[in-house]
C-alpha cells in the first residue's frame, strides 16, 4: 500500500509540535519565582528526573514487546521505538508546562496550546503499533532521525527547565 506524503507530513507535524514546545519555554522565565514558590527544590528535581527516566522505562517495555514480533524488520522497530520515545516526552513536557500555567492562573498562549494538540494525536493514531507500522513501514530511515531529534531536544528541555528553576540567580 503506497502512503505517498503521509510519511512526510506526520514527521512535519511532530517537529512542528516541537518547535512550538520550545518556543513556550518563555514561560519560565516571564513566572520563575512563582514557580519556585509553588514547588520545592526538591520537588522540581524529583520532577523532572522522572521526565527523563519515566520515558525511556516505557520505551524498554515497548522493545521488549515488540522483540517478539519476529515478522517486523529491526529497523521498523527501532523506528517505531525512537518515534514513540520523542513524542511522549515532547507531549508530557508540553503537558507540563500547560499545568504550570494552570497552577499560576495564567493563559496559556497559542503556541503553548498548539504543540499538545498537535502532538496528542500523533500518539494517539500511533500507540497501536499496526498504525505505526502502515505509515512508516517502508520509510522507518523518517521516523527514526525524527525521534532521536524528538528525544534530544527534549532532554535539552528537561535540563533548560531545571537551570531556569533550580539556579537561585
Known sequence: MEMGLLPYGV??????GLALLVRSLG?????????????????IQWITWGMLVF????SGRVWFWLSSQEKVALLVKWAYVF???GTWLTLSLAMFLLYLLY??????????LSSPVLIVPLVAYFLPFQHFFEVFGMYPQLAIPCGVVMFTVGVLVIFEIRRELLCLS
Not at 514527521?11 to 512542528?16: D, E, T
Not at 497552577?103 to 503553548?112: D, I, N, T
Request: charged share 20%; no cysteine.
Open 103 to 112: 497552577r499560576l492562573e495564567q493563559k496559556p498562549s497559542v503556541a503553548m
Open 55 to 58: 520515558p525511556l522505562l516505557v
Open 83 to 85: 518515534f514513540m520515545l
Open 27 to 43: 514561560v519560565l522565565r516571564a513566572f520563575q519565582q512563582q514557580i519556585r514558590q509553588m514547588f520545592s527544590r526538591a520537588r
Open 11 to 16: 514527521v512535519l507535524i511532530a517537529l512542528l
